[in-house]
């Protein structure tokens, strides 16, 4: 009789991207892990943003994937499974960072990536030999890495999207980023021959008012090795797709790269510009930014053909009242396709949070408002009433039907998904806004 293993994808509170989020994307972390079981064994996922856990499941062991703001439902699943006498093991960026405290909600934790050790952790199990602890001590050849198993959820309940990696890692390391934390320092890439078979795999998509034959590159900054990413870029011409990936400001530059991903139609970019502040920029360490050519950058995306999804923090310690009307006169006279917020956040495992816990400013640790919509830790320069309120009121007017119309109308780039998806962000934040009592 095989070993009966279910993997899980716990969610927290209705945030912004919460389950009532009108595009649903699937994780890839355990579809990926499934990949690596051994195949003696029979694998089911939940998601549930999708359907409930039942924890009168018949599976031998439970694994579980833990993010931060969802660390204190993973833990509950974990408590109530155990309590049913189930063995349960957890991994993901957060048990990275904290194994300890994972450790009193599970029976073992997978620390660093899990492809590395989730075999063998498995293989212990069915022993009996059981280790508390399973640490990757070396980074994966990508080249090792196999495709995900979407077999295991049903993609009817997703939006028409594939996700693919082709790079792991971003050589940038900004301290309020656990990127370099979890995947260490080397920027990998996957071989152009593996992703392509992927992306000969993605079929035709028949549903109606359906982005056809979408892709989503979900590297942390697909341009970081020039190189590769060309020869991505010169694979894909040779597929009927289109696709959306996360850059580096700089990919503005180069000329030769942005006609290739206009040719390979790109929809647009997830590109990360932090502040307008270029002194708060060297403080979180992307000094690559340069907020005076932020527009000058969008300018030249979009006379390719390619949107701009721009998204900034809030809360540095260069940070006063003042950058709310900054940051909102800024974005009026912007052409931005569709721009994202958010509160600084800590996170476990990464530099800003080592500060800010060794200068006594963390709030608590309650895992769920670690959201980047919540202020969990004491700001420099405003309080934290004013953060909140002053990410509320910038949020308001940034996605008002006002501001969305005259951005895209000015963008004129790809409207097909970046209406949808402003639409979508304006939705959920203001469910969110009237569950806070804040409008």
Avoid at 229 to 243: D, E, F, G, R
Wanted: glycine share 6%; hydrophobic share 40%; aromatic share 10%.
């Amino acid at each position: 009789m095989s070993l009966k293993i279910l993997l899980i994808s716990p969610i927290g509170l209705k945030k912004i991207l919460g389950a009532d989020f009108f595009f649903k994307l699937p994780f890839l972390g355990l579809p990926t892990v499934a990949a690596h079981t051994p195949p003696d064994c029979e694998v089911k996922m939940v998601d549930e943003r999708i359907s409930p856990v039942d924890f009168a499941d018949d599976a031998d062991l439970i694994g579980i994937s833990v993010m931060t703001p969802l660390a204190t439902r993973a833990y509950e699943i974990g408590d109530e499974f155990k309590r049913r006498g189930k063995t349960v093991v957890m991994g993901g960026m957060h048990v990275s960072a904290l194994p300890e405290e994972a450790l009193e909600h599970c029976d073992a934790v997978a620390i660093g990536e899990g492809e590395k050790v989730w075999p063998q952790m498995v293989e212990d199990f069915k022993r009996g030999e059981l280790k508390e602890v399973y640490r990757a001590d070396e980074l994966l050849d990508l080249g090792e890495s196999l495709p995900p198993r979407w077999d295991i959820i049903d993609k009817a309940h997703y939006s028409p999207v594939d996700f693919i990696e082709t790079t792991r890692g971003c050589p940038i390391n900004c301290n309020f980023c656990a990127v370099t934390q979890f995947y260490g320092a080397k920027y990998r890439t996957k071989p152009v021959h593996l992703v392509e078979e992927m992306v000969a795999r993605v079929r035709p998509v028949d549903r109606v008012f359906a982005l056809k034959n979408l892709i989503f590159f979900v590297d942390d900054n697909i341009v970081a090795n020039r190189k590769h990413c060309m020869a991505l870029l010169k694979m894909l011409k040779s597929y009927n797709i289109q696709w959306l990936g996360q850059a580096s400001v700089s990919v503005a530059k180069d000329d030769e790269l942005l006609k290739l991903m206009s040719e390979t139609r790109c929809l647009g970019l997830l590109i990360g510009m932090e502040s307008l502040s270029e002194d708060t920029l060297a403080e979180c360490g992307k000094r690559i930014n340069k907020p005076a050519e932020y527009l000058e950058a969008v300018t030249n995306l979009h006379r390719h053909g390619i949107g701009v999804k721009a998204t900034f923090m809030i809360g540095f310690d260069n940070d006063d009242i003042s950058v709310f009307p900054k940051m909102a006169r800024f974005i009026n006279r912007s052409n931005f396709d569709s721009v994202y917020f958010s509160i600084l956040t800590p996170y476990p495992g990464t530099r800003l949070f080592q500060r800010l816990e060794s200068e006594g400013r963390l709030l608590h640790k309650d895992w769920e408002k670690y959201d980047t919509a919540h202020v969990v830790f004491r700001p420099e320069k405003m309080t934290v009433e004013q953060l909140e309120e002053g990410f509320t009121w910038l949020y308001k007017r940034a996605l008002s039907m006002k501001s969305i119309v005259l951005r895209l109308a000015r963008a004129r780039t790809n409207p097909q998904f970046f209406l949808p998806d402003n639409l979508a962000f304006r939705s959920c934040l203001f469910k969110m806004l009237r569950g806070n009592k804040k409008i």
